[in-house]
């Protein structure tokens, strides 16, 4: 057999009995059920389920089934809409676990393998390449979700929540959407911001974050740029739109301008920046640097807003 097929044989038996699928009820005020379904992978051996929100939400009941066909009753423990993430948890112990890689070692073209139930097909394998990284992704509802990770990998409804892992095995996303009539553009959220919330989710059941309203793409700093101004940091922001009636609308910030530190501290990554906006950093004044046709800019403030 060839070094690809067996990379992606070895890579998916390492976490395939992690793997769920969820099936959720709904009950409308008409007593009529709606049922649905998605994926979801466990993190740790309690039961401990990472998903996505949209899978979940408002859902009156919760399943998890496992590879070998056995279900187990599962309920929320908590869910973050603004970043479509969810933890579910089952009873039980001694459950086998997913491992999670270090996503800021990700590459652009590096494999990617998809594990889910897409339209109800259990554990469904599909694979590609990684295309982009850092991408901040708009969904029809308004939402934004920052720190996503596009591949061209295939995905379907009944994907999402599912992971996205490396040749190793390891899981570097959570699938979260694809764009409607686009072909090979499909999202993960990255797996360091997901670790990031948890402890907030298991805690308090949802996140409380400081917003500021800007559509980011995670870049690779120009070399020269990094020697005329004796940059430590190789990585940069470029901010790609605005929110509307947000507080970077309402500052001096620009499509276009390329953030570079916060408080003078460097900002290498969107999970560095998130880490900054905690909610401790509404109403308090943050000085960014920023990289603005050619020159840099050092005047440029902003307060952050409680993000609803």
Same mark, same amino acid.
């Given at each position: 057999?060839?070094?690809?097929?067996?990379?992606?044989?070895?890579? !998916?038996?390492?976490?395939?009995?992690?793997? !769920?699928?969820?099936?959720?009820?709904?009950?409308?005020?008409?007593?009529?059920?709606?049922?649905?379904?998605?994926?979801?992978?466990?993190?740790?051996?309690?039961?401990?389920?990472?998903?996505?929100?949209?899978?979940?939400?408002?859902?009156?009941?919760?399943?998890?089934?496992?590879?070998?066909?056995?279900?187990?009753?599962?309920?929320?423990?908590?869910?973050?809409?603004?970043?479509?993430?969810?933890?579910?948890?089952?009873?039980?112990?001694?459950?086998?676990?997913?491992?999670?890689?270090?996503?800021?070692?990700?590459?652009?073209?590096?494999?990617?393998?998809?594990?889910?139930?897409?339209?109800?097909?259990?554990?469904?394998?599909?694979?590609?390449?990684?295309?982009?990284?850092?991408?901040?992704?708009?969904?029809?509802?308004?939402?934004?979700?920052?720190?996503?990770?596009?591949?061209?990998?295939?995905?379907?409804?009944?994907?999402?929540?599912?992971?996205?892992?490396?040749?190793?095995?390891?899981?570097?996303?959570?699938?979260?959407?694809?764009?409607?009539?686009?072909?090979?553009?499909?999202?993960?959220?990255?797996?360091?911001?997901?670790?990031?919330?948890?402890?907030?989710?298991?805690?308090?059941?949802?996140?409380?974050?400081?917003?500021?309203?800007?559509?980011?793409?995670?870049?690779?700093?120009?070399?020269?740029?990094?020697?005329?101004?004796?940059?430590?940091?190789? &990585?940069?922001?470029?901010?790609?739109?605005?929110?509307?009636?947000?507080?970077?609308?309402?500052?001096?910030?620009?499509?276009?301008?390329?953030?570079?530190? !916060?408080?003078?501290?460097?900002?290498?990554?969107?999970?560095?920046?998130?880490?900054?906006?905690?909610?401790?950093?509404?109403? &308090?004044?943050?000085?960014?640097?920023?990289?603005?046709?050619? &020159?840099?800019?050092?005047?440029?403030?902003?307060?952050?807003?409680?993000?609803?």
């Amino acid at each position: 057999m060839d070094a690809y097929s067996n990379t992606i044989i070895t890579a !998916v038996d390492k976490i395939k009995n992690a793997v !769920v699928k969820i099936d959720i009820r709904r009950k409308s005020r008409r007593r009529q059920e709606q049922n649905g379904s998605g994926s979801g992978f466990i993190f740790s051996s309690d039961g401990m389920i990472f998903t996505n929100s949209h899978v979940v939400n408002g859902a009156d009941e919760i399943a998890a089934t496992f590879l070998d066909g056995s279900t187990e009753t599962a309920y929320l423990v908590g869910e973050d809409p603004n970043s479509d993430l969810a933890i579910i948890k089952t009873s039980g112990s001694n459950f086998s676990v997913a491992s999670l890689a270090n996503s800021d070692h990700l590459q652009i073209g590096q494999l990617a393998i998809a594990i889910g139930n897409p339209l109800g097909y259990q554990h469904t394998i599909t694979a590609g390449v990684v295309s982009a990284l850092g991408r901040t992704l708009r969904l029809g509802n308004g939402v934004t979700i920052d720190n996503v990770i596009q591949t061209d990998v295939a995905l379907n409804p009944g994907n999402s929540g599912g992971p996205m892992i490396d040749g190793n095995g390891e899981v570097f996303g959570i699938n979260t959407a694809t764009l409607r009539g686009a072909n090979g553009l499909s999202f993960s959220l990255d797996i360091n911001l997901a670790k990031a919330l948890a402890s907030d989710l298991i805690k308090y059941g949802k996140i409380r974050r400081a917003h500021i309203g800007v559509m980011l793409q995670e870049i690779q700093l120009n070399q020269r740029v990094i020697n005329v101004f004796q940059l430590e940091s190789t &990585k940069g922001l470029l901010i790609t739109d605005l929110l509307e009636n947000s507080p970077a609308f309402h500052s001096n910030l620009q499509k276009g301008d390329i953030l570079l530190q !916060v408080n003078d501290s460097d900002i290498n990554s969107i999970n560095d920046l998130f880490q900054r906006l905690r909610v401790d950093a509404i109403g &308090k004044a943050l000085k960014l640097t920023v990289l603005r046709s050619g &020159k840099l800019k050092e005047d440029v403030y902003i307060i952050p807003v409680l993000k609803n």
